[in-house]
Each structure stands twice: as structure tokens, then as C-alpha cells.
């Protein structure tokens, strides 16, 4: 009541025409002769001034607004980009960022939110592992790095295991499985994972695994778990581990070379998500991981092992198709001329790649040229102008003087 009555007996000094006495009135009224003086000039209360908070986060306010604009991309995921690239120097810590982007109205786009049902298993039982496909990350100087990265979870524990991968191909995947159990220090009873083609293929809508990959699920000595067509949930572990590859986004222009991305993916990436508490255990996984790993069982025979991805190569495909391995070469499609293919050697197959996708599979032979049939024919097709019949007899009688010459 006191701004009231103050504002009342300044309002009838002024219908008298009568000065008012600041002083006396502070007094009256014990406050600041100023606020008086305040009062009077502005006829009623006169409103705070607002005043702008600073904060030490504000020099970081348009990096934070950058990498909050990335697609997929988390608080959690531009925090420490932040701290990768400044060593460490920020002005607070996580819970003090956040406080600051909540103050700012500063928000990340929507991630993936969709449910994911989650069950439990005794220790040592169940990894879970997955692809996140297809991440673009440019370098410092703009080059433009395109690869995947195997995503694996113990199914007790949560641990976590990321590793870089250029392709997705079956070799690819039992390289990133058997690098996943060293690190872990042993292997689990099962691995589930969904219908990938690295691992299976269908034929009229039947599902049947790769016989390189049962064949090594077998050596290995784990059990294959695949989930059911369609419902990726029953892995949802490693669904859910797959939202902090998606910190690898706020590293975008950030990184200076290949051999620094993928530290910072099997490194830094994969150790922070280990330490953070996991909302289904309330525990980070590795502490829970110190109780699960002397349930791990023995990798086993590792020189056996290391066969089935022993030998990689890579060339580009010249105008004659041929690819070489030893003193062989082998045929691919004739639009693949100028690309580069992967080519692996898994027992006595050779299995020819291209951007991820299996484009041929030769057995290996003491022929010095092997073309297959039909590679043979599109390409003799598109330099003669001639009937189909025509081109197949053409490419037979040439085909069988090069397999005459093996021969020899």
C-alpha cells in the first residue's frame, strides 16, 4: 500500500500545483528520494529495466546454433564436439550448457523417438549389433568422407563398441564382430542382428544366411540370432545405442583426417557413452561391463578365425572388365568400367563389391582369364552391331579359345 499512497498524495500535490519535497517524502515513505523523483515523472510505478545476463557460454552462441542445426544431431553430441575442439577449455560443464541452452530457447532437431521394447539377459548371453549407414563427415579442408560404423552392445551390461567401416560387406562384418570380441576380451553365447545382406539374402521372400557367414558363425562357435522381417525392436538395445553415432555429426569441418575420425568414433565416442548412466540399468555400462566380462567365453581359435577376412583388395575396372588376383583375372558387369571395386578372397571364392553390394562372386581358378558368360556377351554387345544369336555364338567360340589357353 505504500507506492499506493504515495502515488496518491503526488497525484493531489499536482492537481495543487504544489512542488513536491523528494526529501521529505523519502523520508515519509522511507525509500530513495530517486524513486520518488520516479515515481512522480512517470505517474505510476515505473517498470525494471531488464537486464541482459551475461554468460560465459555467449562467445559459443553461434557454434552452438550451428551444430544444433545438424540433422540427427544432440545436446549431448554439440557439447562435446565443443570440448574436442577447444582441449577441454570450456566455460562449465554439461549440466551448466544445458542450463544455458534452455535460457537461449536453443533446441536440436527432432532424433529418432520411435519405441523400442527392451528385454533382459544374463550376463555373458547376447551381443546385439547393427550398421548406422551411410554418415557423410567433411574434413577441416571440405573433403568428403562417406562410411559406416559397426554398432555393437553387450545385451547385460550395455557396453558399447563402435567401429569404423568403409563398406558393409559379409567380410566386412565378420572383420568389425571378431575386432569387437577382442576388445570386449571374449565372446558372447549369441549375436542377434537383423537381416542385413552383409549376413543374409532373400529368394521369393525366403530368408537364407550367406553360407560363408554360417560357416564362420560355426568356427566361431556363437549362435546367430536374426531378428524377425520387419520388427528391428527386438533389438532395440542396439537401436538404442545407435543415437550416440549420432554425436559424430557435430563433428562435421571439425576433423583433420581419416586416422583422427575414427579415433574420435572408437575412442572418445565410444568412452563417453560407456560412462554415462543408462536409463534402463542406472548404472554406465562400464562399471556394469566389470561384472560381465569374466562371464565372456574364450575367442577361441584366432589363426582360424582370421582366415575369413584375410585378404582384401581393391582396383579399378579397366575396359577388358578384368579384375586380377594372383595370376587370374576375373570379370565384372561392364557398367562397372572406371570403378573401383572391392574384391575379397574368403576360402576359394572371390566375392567383387561395389559400393557395399555384392556384384559378382568367381571361384578361383588356374585359368589366367575368366569371364563369366554373360559379362562377356553384354560387352561384345555393345561393339557389334549384330542379332542376339549372332553375339553368342561369337562369345562362345572366343570364350572357349580363352579357356583353351589355360590349358595349355
Not at 529418432?112 to 550376463?123: A, I, K, N, R
Not at 547385460?156 to 567380410?171: D, L
Not at 581358378?365 to 552391331?385: I, M, T
Amino acid at each position: 500500500m505504500t507506492d499506493d499512497n504515495l502515488l496518491g498524495e503526488l497525484r493531489i500535490m499536482d492537481d495543487f500545483h504544489i512542488k513536491p519535497n523528494y526529501s521529505e517524502l523519502a523520508r515519509k515513505y522511507k525509500m530513495d528520494r530517486h524513486t520518488v523523483k520516479k515515481y512522480h515523472e512517470n505517474g505510476k510505478i515505473p517498470e525494471r529495466k531488464k537486464v541482459n545476463r551475461q554468460s560465459k557460454w555467449d562467445e559459443y552462441f553461434d557454434e552452438i546454433q550451428s551444430l544444433m542445426a545438424l540433422t540427427s544431431t544432440t545436446k549431448m553430441a554439440v557439447f562435446q564436439s565443443l570440448y574436442y575442439q577447444n582441449n577441454g577449455n570450456l566455460p562449465g560443464d554439461y549440466s551448466s550448457f544445458k542450463a544455458y541452452t534452455w535460457r537461449k530457447n536453443l533446441t536440436c532437431n527432432k532424433t529418432d523417438d520411435t519405441p523400442h521394447v527392451l528385454y533382459e539377459t544374463d550376463p555373458g548371453e547376447q551381443l546385439q549389433c547393427d550398421w548406422k549407414e551411410d554418415i557423410h563427415t567433411h574434413l577441416k579442408d571440405g573433403t568428403l568422407y562417406r562410411y559406416s560404423v559397426f554398432s555393437a552392445t553387450l545385451g547385460y551390461s550395455r557396453e558399447h563398441i563402435f567401429i569404423y567401416s568403409r563398406g558393409r560387406t559379409s567380410e566386412d562384418f565378420m572383420r568389425c564382430l571378431i575386432e569387437t570380441f577382442k576388445r570386449l576380451g571374449g565372446k558372447t553365447k549369441t549375436v542377434k542382428t537383423d537381416n542385413m545382406s552383409a549376413v543374409v539374402s532373400f529368394n521369393s521372400g525366403e530368408r537364407k544366411i550367406h553360407p560363408v557367414i554360417k560357416s564362420f558363425f560355426d568356427d566361431l562357435e556363437v549362435k546367430l540370432e536374426l531378428c524377425d522381417v520387419r520388427t528391428p525392436e527386438t533389438k532395440g538395445k542396439c537401436e538404442s545405442a545407435n543415437r550416440f553415432v549420432n554425436w559424430i555429426r557435430a563433428f562435421d569441418y571439425q576433423i583433420s583426417d581419416e586416422e583422427e575420425l575414427i579415433s574420435v568414433i572408437e575412442n572418445q565416442i565410444t568412452a563417453q557413452c560407456n560412462s554415462i548412466v543408462n536409463q534402463s540399468t542406472g548404472i554406465p555400462p562400464a562399471k556394469l561391463f566389470l561384472k560381465e566380462k569374466d562371464k565372456l567365453q574364450p575367442l577361441g581359435n584366432k589363426i582360424l578365425l582370421e582366415n575369413y577376412i584375410r585378404e582384401h583388395r581393391r582396383q579399378k575396372v579397366p575396359s577388358t572388365l578384368l579384375v586380377s588376383y594372383k595370376r587370374a583375372q576375373y570379370s565384372v558387369p561392364k557398367k562397372y568400367i572406371g570403378k573401383v571395386v572391392d574384391i575379397y578372397i574368403i576360402s576359394d571364392q572371390l566375392y567383387i563389391y561395389y559400393n557395399s553390394s555384392l556384384i559378382t562372386i568367381h571361384s578361383i581358378s588356374q585359368n589366367p582369364v575368366n569371364y563369366k558368360n554373360e559379362h562377356y556377351k553384354e560387352a561384345l554387345a555393345a561393339r557389334l552391331k549384330t542379332n542376339e544369336e549372332d553375339i553368342s555364338e561369337i562369345a562362345q567360340k572366343n570364350l572357349n579359345r580363352l579357356n583353351q589357353l589355360g590349358g595349355d
